[in-house]
């Protein structure tokens, strides 16, 4: 009897035991513990890490998906999402460089490019191009970077807000230091660094360069292609609308040169037409925000006077380059404002 007792008790406890497991899960709406899993955890096997089975009655709520980066910065400029604004002006199928490969103009950019300046004798572009790229590479050294690697760029203006500002050791420390036309840096170390990298000049503006820096040309007209050619070889051109140099002394291997495609780009997308056509600033700039994943810009503006001089110079006409009618300064100091708002590009000011 006792027996029987005994075992009726525990037939009677394991039934309402499994009623109440049965009453738990059918009230959760699962037939068992939820685990949650996050792709792209990964144990030693390579299989998505379980986590510990969710308690009953709580919800979870699954992690916002988010987008691969595409370098090793902690946060890529080109990735896009953050901001609906960038992405809708940015177009990276455009290479700021002009090569071999990319040579062929399409005709509304030629007939653009060539008004910029004026043309005193027609050229045939293509063929002086050819002439060029025997003596430069023209590759694009830029489909080599590593997205591995957090390549952080410093594009450096020539505003006169830099004198005293202290910045030239955060200036070195980036992958690439992009410099625009004179640029001096002997004398002025402690205020804008000196290293450089990447600097950028037209005929007109044009000086030697030591072998490890990349000389940058933004070529105005097909004259310039000449004068580059020319200036790297026979030395035979001395005059465009001023004196040039008649030789440039640079690593031949490290002369790159603008693409007038990525030059209307801007103008189109960024500048929005507003002035003739974009400064050498806004050039640089948005070279910098396609070919790096980090931006920093030092001495773009006026300084805390207002005057727009160079840092090497006391400039009595300053804010005469506000006045020329070929670039709109407030425009542009108007966008830059915008990139830094959505965090596409790191602006240091004057103090």
Request: include cysteine; glycine fraction near 6%.
């Amino acid at each position: 009897m006792r027996c029987s007792l005994r075992i009726w008790i525990l037939s009677t406890t394991a039934l309402l035991f499994i009623m109440s497991l049965l009453f738990t899960f059918s009230h959760n709406g699962t037939e068992a513990p939820v685990y949650s899993e996050r792709a792209g955890w990964a144990s030693a096997g390579g299989h998505p890490v379980r986590l510990v089975p969710g308690y009953p009655g709580v919800r979870h709520h699954p992690a916002a998906p988010s987008l691969a980066k595409d370098c090793a910065c902690r946060y890529c400029l080109r990735q896009p999402g953050p901001s609906t604004w960038f992405d809708s002006h940015y177009d990276n199928a455009i290479s700021p460089m002009w090569t071999l490969e990319n040579r062929e103009l399409p005709p509304d950019v030629h007939r653009w490019w060539m008004k910029l300046q004026p043309q005193f004798k027609s050229h045939n572009t293509p063929e002086i191009l050819s002439q060029l790229f025997q003596i430069i590479p023209g590759q694009n050294p830029y489909k080599q970077l590593d997205p591995l690697m957090c390549c952080r760029c410093a594009v450096v203006g020539n505003s006169g807000n830099l004198r005293g500002s202290g910045y030239g050791k955060d200036i070195d420390g980036h992958n690439f230091i992009m410099r625009i036309n004179q640029a001096p840096t002997l004398g002025f170390e402690n205020d804008v660094g000196s290293k450089t990298t990447h600097h950028f000049m037209y005929p007109e503006s044009a000086k030697n360069l030591p072998a490890n820096v990349s000389f940058v040309l933004v070529p105005f007209k097909a004259l310039d292609l000449l004068w580059i050619t020319s200036a790297l070889s026979t030395g035979k051109i001395h005059f465009t609308y001023a004196p040039v140099k008649h030789f440039l002394r640079v690593d031949k291997d490290k002369v790159q040169i603008y693409n007038p495609a990525f030059f209307k780009y801007i103008h189109d997308s960024w500048t929005e037409h507003h002035g003739r056509y974009p400064s050498t600033g806004m050039l640089v700039l948005f070279f910098a925000l396609h070919v790096c994943d980090e931006v920093n810009v030092y001495g773009f503006g006026a300084d805390n006077h207002g005057n727009w001089h160079h840092y090497w110079e006391n400039n009595r006409y300053a804010g005469e380059f506000r006045k020329t009618g070929v670039h709109d300064a407030d425009f542009e100091a108007q966008l830059i404002d915008t990139l830094a708002r959505e965090e596409k590009i790191k602006v240091y000011r004057s103090t």
